[in-house]
């Protein structure tokens, strides 16, 4: 008996020091999941936002800001009846308002614990990064480096092929008329937005997520539904186009040409593909 209890303490002190090596190993990847677990906190969410890049794997954009296209200042605009219950009920961190290029309302009504200086800081884009990158493909068109927004998708990432998006379109994606299914309820831990989020934070491949997917509620162009993994796969076939990534293409044909005040980014999946669709 004595020997038995001796066998199974050697067994329980290996599996303990076992999991200490992982999580020494891991422990970077386990912190970014940490983070993803309570990056809606409501204690924690503001903070969040403003520092993405040190929760998260990033690529800087290489971008000029040395002459920022400063905006100038016009006379403040009086905000309608009711508008600061509504932005105290919906936990607004910033808003700007622009008329005719000129500013003429700014304010930030919540702010980060040490946030000196909103209006410089860089906080995570959401879904605006979406409409950034349809105006890259957009320029790719016209240029010619897609001309036909109705090939495709597999005719530049093979890949895609025998997956949910196998048969769709460019302009079917484009447009979120995929027919992929995709559950994206915040809420429930086991959705596909959730699980794309884990597949971040744990340094896993975003493409490989993406092809992962097999299931469609209707055949592609047919009906249209908010499918945010639809605009990985647009970020796809750009980089299957043009063989350069999305940091560097939207550097050179979007951002330098804006002129920003502050050096933008991207959060990136372990292999450095950027996370086009929340920025």
Not at 10 to 35: D, F, P, S, T, Y
Not at 86 to 114: C, H, K, M, S
Not at 155 to 161: A, C, G, I, T
Not at 264 to 275: E, I, M, R
Request: charged share 20%; with cysteine; proline share 4%.
């Amino acid at each position: 008996m004595k020997i038995f209890l001796k066998w199974v303490l050697r067994g329980i002190l290996l599996c303990v020091a076992l999991i200490a090596i992982v999580v020494v190993l891991q422990r970077e990847k386990l912190g970014n999941l940490m983070a993803v677990n309570s990056l809606f906190s409501e204690d924690r969410i503001v903070e969040n936002f403003t520092q993405m890049d040190t929760m998260f794997e990033a690529a800087v954009m290489t971008t000029d800001t040395s002459a920022p296209n400063e905006l100038a200042l016009g006379v403040r605009m009086d905000m309608p009846a009711g508008f600061s219950t509504w932005v105290n009920d919906r936990a607004v961190t910033g808003i700007v308002v622009l008329q005719n290029g000129v500013i003429r309302y700014e304010d930030y009504p919540l702010t980060a614990e040490g946030e000196d200086d909103p209006a410089s800081s860089r906080r995570i884009s959401w879904s605006v990064a979406k409409s950034f990158l349809s105006i890259l493909t957009g320029i790719l068109h016209e240029d010619g480096t897609i001309p036909d927004l109705d090939a495709l998708v597999t005719q530049y990432e093979p890949s895609l092929s025998n997956t949910a998006y196998d048969g769709a379109t460019i302009r079917d994606v484009l447009q979120m008329s995929s027919g992929v299914e995709f559950d994206e309820d915040y809420l429930d831990f086991w959705s596909d937005i959730n699980k794309m989020g884990r597949i971040l934070a744990l340094g896993q491949s975003m493409d490989g997520f993406a092809e992962g997917l097999d299931t469609t509620f209707a055949p592609a162009g047919q009906q249209w539904q908010y499918v945010s993994i639809d605009t990985h796969i647009i970020g796809m076939v750009v980089r299957g186009a043009t063989g350069r990534s999305i940091p560097d293409l939207l550097s050179e044909k979007v951002i330098a040409p804006l002129r920003p005040t502050s050096t933008p980014y991207y959060l990136t999946d372990g292999y450095g593909v950027a996370f086009v669709l929340g920025g």
